[in-house]
């Protein structure tokens, strides 16, 4: 989708613009605005993209010299060691060698803990979210309760976090659940297997929004961005959950699991994806703010 800035529909989700600045051209997926290609007051030309607005890196200009890459910012350090540690969890009460070597109640807290600490970083990334500027190049907002309650819709950043958010709350309920050993079957099925497939959808409408917003098409179109091998990535690792929420599912015949080898592959693979798109997130911070425009 392409449209100018006079686009019906389009023109409340442009950032406001310094006087002189003009938008040449607009783009992104399901009527969302995820890139705009700007004209300053002298002439040059910048691209904006949502996600490089929402992660502090700046307008990006085809004319600058190559920069050196600057220091990551202390949010994307934070989400990298709280997404690392949720999916470090994830992979070791996966591993075979762990779960059957030790009790089955700490396998369970394994998981338990690493869902909060998917949790702790989906707020701060939803926190991300919600206070990034409403104007191309001011500074972000401070993060006050009327800032939480901002409903920003025409976001599609602000979908992916919020969406993902409630996948890491719900695979909380499962996980504290799969701690409590006194579950009859059916029990177990509500409240661990329930909440683990609609934590799963979750994760994978989230991370198709996150992709979506960074691919700029329906097939696979990487802008050498390392916020794209982060999309890609996690949307992989969400494929991968997905797959083991499927396979997790009660069978009515034995009341266990269908297939738990694929569980335990889809999770760990999973949670390797998720663990690789937390190591590069600093790398993102550092690296894509290179050829950026600084806020004024």
């Excluded at 529909?9 to 997926?29: E, F, K, M, N």
């Excluded at 910012?73 to 060698?97: D, H, R, Y």
């Excluded at 329930?194 to 992709?211: K, Q, R």
Aim: charged share 15%.
């Amino acid at each position: 989708m392409q449209a100018g800035a006079g686009s019906s529909g389009l023109s409340a989700q442009i950032p406001d613009l310094p006087a002189g600045w003009q938008v040449v051209r607009t783009s992104g997926p399901l009527g969302f605005i995820t890139h705009m290609d700007l004209i300053a007051p002298d002439g040059t030309e910048y691209a904006w993209t949502s996600r490089r607005h929402r992660k502090r890196l700046g307008l990006v200009t085809a004319t600058a010299p190559g920069q050196r890459a600057q220091r990551a910012s202390p949010t994307s350090w934070w989400l990298a060691a709280f997404f690392g540690a949720g999916s470090i969890c994830f992979a070791l009460g996966s591993v075979p060698l762990f779960f059957n070597g030790v009790d089955s109640s700490v396998v369970a807290w394994t998981f338990f803990v690493g869902s909060v600490f998917f949790t702790t970083a989906g707020w701060i990334q939803f926190q991300e979210t919600v206070t990034a500027s409403d104007a191309v190049l001011a500074a972000p907002h401070r993060l006050r309760l009327r800032r939480i309650l901002h409903l920003r819709p025409r976001g599609i950043d602000w979908w992916a976090a919020l969406i993902q958010l409630a996948g890491t709350i719900a695979f909380n309920v499962s996980t504290f659940a799969a701690t409590r050993n006194e579950l009859a079957p059916p029990q177990e099925k509500h409240l661990i297997w329930t909440p683990d497939v609609v934590g799963s959808i979750c994760f994978l409408i989230a991370s198709w929004l996150a992709y979506a917003e960074v691919n700029r098409g329906i097939l696979p179109r990487s802008d050498r961005s390392v916020g794209w091998r982060i999309g890609a990535v996690n949307l992989l690792g969400s494929i991968a959950f997905g797959a083991a929420a499927v396979a997790a599912r009660y069978l009515p015949t034995s009341g266990q699991p269908a297939n738990i080898t694929l569980v335990n592959l889809g999770t760990f693979l999973g949670a390797a994806c998720f663990l690789l798109g937390a190591v590069l997130l600093p790398v993102e911070s550092a690296k894509d703010s290179a050829s950026a425009l600084s806020r004024r």
